[in-house]
Each structure stands twice: as C-alpha cells, then as structure tokens.
T-cell receptor
Framework: ETGVTQTPRHLVMGMTNKKSLKCEQHLGHNAMYWYKQSAKKPLELMFVYSLEERVENNSVPSRFSPECPNSSHLFLHLHTLQPEDSALYLC????????????FGSGTRLTVV | KNEVEQSPQNLTAQEGEFITINCSYSVGISALHWLQQHPGGGIVSLFMLSSGKKKHGRLIATINIQEKHSSLHITASHPRDSAVYICAVRPFGNEKLTFGTGTRLTIIP
C-alpha cells in the first residue's frame, strides 16, 4: 500500500453507463492528479487539483468529469464513454510545498464495451 | 518525438545480472523521477533526482544534467525486479511530469 487508495481496481462498463472512480489519500498531500495510461503510450495527465481547486484540465473530453470534495478525496465521473477510453486510470498525490515526489495509487483498469 | 526517451524498450536478463536502463530528455528540468510499475498496474516511486547519484538497496540512479541523461542500475537482479521502469521529468517552471514509455524488464531465474 502506497497511501493512495483507488477503487475499484477493475471496472467494465457499457458505453451508456455512468460510473465513478474514487481516489483517497491520507498523506497530508495538497495536490491530487488523474493520469491515463493506454497500452504502449506514456502516462497522460488528465486533471490536477491543488488545494481542492482544479488547476489543470489537459484537454480531456467532457465525458470525463473530475470532482475533488476535499483534499483527501478525488473522483472521476464517467459517462457515455467510448471503447478507446479503455485504459488504466491512475491517481497520484503530492505535497507541493517543496521538492517532493509523487505517490501513486494502484490504478483502476477500465474496460468500455 | 517524445521529450523523454528510454532505452531499451524491453530487456530480458538472467538472475544476478547487472542491469542498466537509460533515460534521455530534451528539456531543462528541475527533477527527474524513476518509477516502477508492476503487472498489477500500481506505480511506486523509486527515486527523485536533481543531480548526482542516489542509492537504495540494490538500486542506483544517476543523472548528468549537462548531458540530459539518467541511468537506473540494478545490481544482483532478481525475478521480483521484473516490472516496467518509467522515467519522468519535471521541466523548469512546470509542475507537470513528462513521462517516457517505460522499459519492460524481465529477470529469468
């Protein structure tokens, strides 16, 4: 366990479904991130939240909707996804007050059918 | 062309061998990260470097800022070291990480 917990670990959803991914950290970090990892591609940054405010939306389609209700929790709401959205979705957190590293979760493996 | 290039893409070695994975990048950076990703998907941060060399157990990471190059070494490799090793850089003035595509390491008993 890294201290960043993601649920569920695996998710299969149809293109008309609505589901949510959850990320939780109790490390005292003040920034949280969503990354997408597709096969044979580098990790792609999707969203950044710093002090519960979204500071970055990296041109992500609106079918992905993030929510950060507090500094410990981050959600990614999914609706009307496409098969090409199938990927590993990773959450990470860090403390931005100095030169600190990132802590990653184990990821949610999403399959859109 | 990706800003972060790793080599080799795939590496298979016998248990006990000395392993080197390389990372080259094209921008000025404030830090470089080495990450380990096991088959389950979770990522573990191994090192964060801004200069010189760091060692943790059998793992050694070095960086040459002038040459924009870093290496990750594993001594006395073991099958449990089998994973994807990812290099990521943080460009100056930017909190975002830019990732390499990873090196898939397989250690055969």
């Amino acid at each position: 366990e890294t201290g960043v917990t993601q649920t569920p670990r695996h998710l299969v959803m149809g293109m008309t479904n609505k589901k949510s991914l959850k990320c939780e950290q109790h490390l005292g970090h003040n920034a949280m991130y969503w990354y997408k990892q597709s096969a044979k591609k580098p990790l792609e940054l999707m969203f950044v939240y710093s002090l519960e405010e979204r500071v970055e939306n990296n041109s992500v389609p609106s079918r992905f909707s993030p929510e950060c209700p507090n500094s410990s929790h981050l959600f990614l709401h999914l609706h009307t996804l496409q098969p090409e959205d199938s990927a590993l979705y990773l959450c990470a957190s860090k403390w931005t007050g100095g030169n600190y590293g990132y802590t990653f979760g184990s990821g949610t493996r999403l399959t859109v059918v | 062309k990706n800003e972060v290039e790793q080599s080799p893409q795939n590496l298979t070695a016998q248990e006990g061998e000395f392993i080197t994975i390389n990372c080259s990048y094209s921008v000025g950076i404030s830090a470089l990260h080495w990450l380990q990703q096991h088959p389950g998907g979770g990522i573990v941060s191994l090192f964060m470097l801004s200069s010189g060399k760091k060692k943790h157990g059998r793992l050694i990471a070095t960086i040459n800022i002038q040459e924009k190059h870093s290496s990750l070494h594993i001594t006395a490799s073991h099958p449990r070291d089998s994973a994807v090793y990812i290099c990521a850089v943080r460009p100056f003035g930017n909190e975002k990480l830019t990732f390499g595509t990873g090196t898939r390491l397989t250690i055969i008993p």
